[in-house]
Structure formats: structure tokens, C-alpha cells
């Protein structure tokens, strides 16, 4: 079964350290999704690629966040630099076009300290 | 914030016994969708509602939507151990891009 990879699986980095994270979604799924989630709440949405374009960032804090997704395939995500109330579980996601759910990578856990 | 609220926030049963959670918008959404976020894990993808008072089964679970289009439900009867987990809906609250909900985490006891 297809899978969304993504690295790595855990980060410890020290605040105002740069992060980044990576994610390659399902081979032909032109819809890729980073979300952020805080321990014991629901996802919340980061970025949305179309392609390599960004169809919706109006949620990444854009002083320090910032997303990329060169060729249309796999995305980047970087914090620079990093604090404290960054850590959370970050995770990628894909949809084919016209497909249903999300299938989701299995995350990268950051700790800021 | 967030614009999709789900009640109860924790539920602990025993095993055997029947769980429902509720899931609440403050607009109305053309679909819903619901995943199940496993301790430790991600969320998986479980079904998709779109039409007014659909429901649909999978197994024990029964999901259903609201003829308003603005809530929803997850009833699973006869809980399993491998129930366990968080239950999360989400639905398209700005354009397409999916909101989700606050989630509500089930404890089956054996």
C-alpha cells in the first residue's frame, strides 16, 4: 500500500535553531497538506500545495514558517528560528485529485528546548 | 480557532458497551468527513458523508449526517480493545481546505 514519507521522525532542536522537515507524498497526488498538531488536539492546517503551487498558507506563521514544494513532488517545511510553543507533531498529507480523504504520513515529532 | 467542535472531548467504556461521538459546525458543510488517530499514530482516513441525513455503515461503525448539514455522528456498537484511539471529524469549512475537529479520544476497558 502507498505511503506518505516523511523525515524525520523525531526532531529535538534548541529555540532559535533552524528546522526542517520533509514529506514525499503518494506518487501522483497533486494535492499535498502540512498540518500541525498539538498534543491532545485536532490537526490544524499549515499549507496547501496544488501542484507547486501554494493554494492556501493564510495559517503558517510566515515570519518564521515557510514551505516549499519545488518540482510538485516532495515538500519542505522549515522554522527558522525555532521556539518553544513550536513543538508539536508535524504531519504531511496527500490527496489524489477528485480523491477523498487525506492519507497521511506518519509525522515528525519536534521538541523545542 | 476552531470551527469544528466535537463532543465528548474523552469517553471511557467497557468493552462490549456502545460509543457515540457528535460532531458540531458553526456553518454548514458540503461533506464530512471522519479518521481515526490511533495512540502514537496518524490519522487515518475512514469515510466520507456528503448528502443531507446520510448514513453509512462500516462494520460496528455507523456514521451519520445531519439533514442541516452542519453535524454529525460516529456510533460504534459493541466496543473493542482496537477501538481505541481519537476520533476526529472534518469538514471544508473555507473553500477546500479541511478543518478538524477537536477530536474525541476512546478508552475501551477489557
Known amino acids: 500500500e502507498a505511503e506518505v514519507a516523511q523525515s524525520p521522525r523525531y526532531k529535538i532542536t534548541e529555540k532559535s535553531q533552524a528546522v526542517a522537515f520533509w514529506c514525499d507524498p503518494i506518487?501522483?497526488?497533486?494535492?499535498l497538506y502540512w498540518y500541525r498538531q498539538i498534543l491532545g488536539q485536532g490537526p490544524e492546517l499549515l499549507v496547501q500545495f496544488q501542484d507547486e503551487s501554494v493554494v492556501d498558507d493564510s495559517q503558517l506563521p510566515k515570519d518564521r514558517f515557510s514551505a516549499e514544494r519545488l518540482k510538485g513532488v516532495d515538500s519542505t517545511l522549515k522554522i527558522q528560528p525555532a521556539e518553544l510553543g513550536d513543538s508539536a507533531m508535524y504531519l504531511c498529507a496527500s490527496r489524489p485529485t477528485g480523491g477523498l480523504g487525506y492519507t497521511f504520513g506518519s509525522g515528525t515529532r519536534l521538541t523545542v528546548v | 480557532g476552531q470551527q469544528v467542535m466535537q463532543i465528548p472531548q474523552y469517553q471511557h467504556v467497557q468493552e462490549g458497551e456502545d460509543f457515540t461521538t457528535y460532531c458540531n459546525s458553526s456553518t454548514t458543510l458540503s461533506n464530512i468527513q471522519w479518521y481515526k488517530q490511533r495512540p502514537g499514530g496518524h490519522p487515518v482516513f475512514l469515510i466520507q458523508?456528503?448528502?443531507?441525513?446520510e448514513v453509512k455503515k462500516q462494520k460496528r461503525l455507523t456514521f451519520q449526517f445531519g439533514e442541516a448539514k452542519k453535524n454529525s455522528s460516529l456510533h460504534i456498537t459493541a466496543t473493542q480493545t482496537t477501538d481505541v484511539g481519537t476520533y476526529f471529524c472534518?469538514?471544508?469549512?473555507?473553500?477546500?481546505?479541511?478543518?478538524f475537529g477537536t477530536g474525541t479520544s476512546l478508552t475501551v476497558i477489557p
Open positions: 506518487s501522483g497526488h497533486a494535492t
Open positions: 472534518a469538514g471544508p469549512i473555507s473553500g477546500n481546505q479541511f478543518y
Open positions: 458523508l456528503v448528502k443531507s441525513g
